[in-house]
DNA sequence: CTGTTAGCGCGTTCAT
DNA sequence: ATGAACGCGCTAACAG
């Protein structure tokens, strides 16, 4: 279709024959200094690296991927890398897998089971030896068909794949009960509208465990992820209104913890005085941000840490702990 | 070396062969239907299009890429994603990249040389066509001896490449001139220590310039980009200690202005009653967490989709505008 | 120690 | 309208 796709003349990049045919020998052996396999003598050695420098090659792993089925290329799937717990994960997750010879190709779901889907499509067209999971919105046999290594940050994708998730119940568990004991008798919980099987959920879990065991009324709203941070603070504003009594919040995470924060202040209400906001994720550029909110943190970066280690061990056909919880840890701010 | 790259007997991944015999054609046949090349009876297109639903066949780009030397992929390297500038930057392009059928390989430097060298060699390995960087810390001729097309969002790569950026100078000049007007009389500026050719450096230029036409003393710090919040906290601290005249301060970046309020806080200093402070940057996240900061606004959306769009453009042979100054904007909070 | 042959999955001639 | 042969860059067999 396109013309531009022929290299020009002799400014293609070099190959194994270019680099061949400067150090008079074959490919193969070449290809064997490359890879140090078999015996080859330090003089043929020298010339062929020689003849590499010469016409600065570098080797082509697509090409060695078609040989061996392995391009060491893992998929990463996350709805937004701009949300604050997903920008530290990808970046975790990155850095381990370079460390390790490893490369990410990154989408962005947007939580959209369309796109998710395609994404799903076009990671196995480009070979790629994993995925790892961080926006589950479709059933997770999509996955499983794909036949390749799975692990799932916080989503069960099934039998053979890996989990890595925080102790999402402790989550709900320590924010609910931090509320409950600053005094709050109607507490608001928050939570995402995540039709999907993912541990997060265990969050209102907690909530609804902690609340029933102190006697107290649960209230919980679900505010869709997707929406912008109007749209948010309209469904709070409306939430509030509608519930004048309430007195603590758990906002399900630090994003929605802050537009409540927000909202609260635009009506002339302050935390922790007239509501106690309570949030989830800690990541740490919010903490910078928001320093004195009253948050569960998780030990993000582990998680991403591990999703890469993880990830590597079953594309190595290691067998890796198939599901991990991390614990995780209560910050005492100044909102509750 | 590894023995488990082979395809164990025929669990194998269909290839446009399997297709072919199920379907009784010549693999021509099939990828002729699959590029919609050339004339083909219905009869015979409908049979492979079955035959490659019933065997469940994809594509493999990878092998395509070998034949037309195109695998529209396309790296980028950033410091850090985490960082909002840089999450969002990266998220804008991912989605207009993903958009056009383009995939992204992303970099995370860390601001360091080496390894931004091993990822420049890590993606000409793997044949990407183009490469987005967002982080200079070594010679632009590093990248220009890749041989791919090339755009800087806020990097200077030289002749053939493409720049985009937002109007640094304006970012510098806004701040600055809005704490003046304020009745600032002893600024600070913070700015990170990069060595490199970068736009961003204007900002302090423009700093330089509004401070002297207002007849008033500059005062510049240095604060490294990789260090820990704990780090730049004690940065600013002490620069504090030094000049404890200093009535407004123009961060450099929101991250930045967001330590200097932990800072004076701390000390029981508050904005914009003792000292004013102005940001940049002005990401989505930030301003969902920070809305009373005061700062200068990128459109940091528009950069990310004119970046993909330039890349895909260069990649296709095309000459899209070379030096895109974006308007930026100040952003009325309450630190200032 | 080194070269030759074959082939990974696919698209593109050139025939038929 | 369809098939056979060749090659992309590289490596695993199998000679020598």
Do not use: W
Not at 40 to 46: A, F, G, N, V
Not at 56 to 63: F, R, S
Not at 133 to 152: K, R, T
Not at 171 to 197: K, Q, V, W
């Amino acid at each position: 279709m396109a013309r531009e796709g022929a290299r020009s003349k002799d400014s293609a990049k070099p190959g194994i024959k270019e680099v061949a045919a400067v150090a008079g020998v074959s490919p193969t052996t070449v290809s064997r200094v490359l890879n140090n396999r078999g015996y080859i003598s330090q003089e043929t050695r020298d010339k062929v690296h020689a003849a590499m420098k010469r016409i600065n090659y570098t080797p082509n792993d697509i090409a060695r991927a078609m040989l061996n089925g392995r391009l060491n290329l893992i998929g990463m799937i996350v709805p937004y890398v701009s949300s604050p717990f997903h920008a530290q994960a990808v970046q975790a997750v990155e850095r381990t897998l370079a460390e390790n010879g490893f490369k990410m190709l990154l989408c962005n779901s947007a939580n959209r089971p369309d796109l998710e889907r395609s994404y799903i499509d076009m990671l196995r067209r480009n070979m790629v030896d994993g995925v790892i999971v961080n926006s589950l919105n479709i059933g997770a046999e999509a996955y499983a068909e794909m036949g390749l290594s799975l692990v799932g940050i916080d989503c069960d994708l099934g039998e053979t794949s890996v989990q890595i998730a925080s102790d999402s119940y402790g989550i709900g568990e320590l924010a609910t009960r931090r509320l409950i004991d600053d005094g709050c008798s109607r507490i608001l919980c928050l939570r995402n509208n995540s039709r999907m099987r993912m541990p997060a959920n265990k969050r209102t879990d907690a909530y609804h465990d902690v609340v029933e065991q102190a006697g107290l009324p649960a209230l919980v709203r679900e505010v869709e992820f997707v929406k912008s941070d109007d749209e948010k603070s309209a469904v709070v504003a409306k939430i509030l209104d509608e519930n004048p009594d309430i007195d603590g919040i758990f906002a399900g995470d630090d994003t929605m913890a802050a537009i409540c924060l927000n909202v609260m202040k635009r009506r002339g209400l302050s935390a922790p005085d007239d509501i106690k906001v309570v949030g989830a994720d800690g990541a740490r550029r919010t903490m910078t941000f928001m320093p004195d909110l009253t948050t569960v943190r998780q030990d993000i970066d582990r998680i991403g840490e591990l999703a890469a280690q993880s990830i590597i061990a079953l594309v190595n056909g290691e067998k890796p702990e198939s599901n991990t919880k991390l614990p995780v840890e209560l910050i005492e701010g100044k909102t509750a």
